[in-house]
């Protein structure tokens, strides 16, 4: 398993987070995704996404492809994979 930190810049609300967290649920391989907005006076929001890289046909940069595109196509644009780590299974 691996843990993905997404950084989105043009998250602004509540609602981005459903939304945002039901798109990248529908990632194959995602096992939970959770997003959150920045502390006040700071804009956009990021995600917190653990998935099983197994899934990834082209390993996991294709995933992380994957996931950053989940969110444009969500209408959240400008996503990036801020960080990665393993998780011990």
Do not use: W
Not at 36 to 55: E, I, N, R
Not at 64 to 84: H, I, K, M, P, R
Request: net charge negative; hydrophobic share 40%; proline share 3%.
């Amino acid at each position: 398993l691996e843990q993905v930190t997404l950084e989105i810049p043009t998250m602004g609300c509540v609602a981005c987070i459903n939304s945002i967290n039901g798109a990248l649920s529908k990632v194959p391989g995602v096992v939970s995704a959770q997003s959150q907005l920045h502390p006040l006076g700071m804009k956009g929001g990021s995600a917190t996404v653990v998935f099983d890289s197994s899934y990834a046909a082209q390993g996991s940069v294709a995933a992380y492809q994957e996931l950053t595109e989940a969110v444009f196509n969500a209408g959240f644009e400008g996503a990036s994979v801020e960080s990665v780590r393993k998780l011990s299974t």
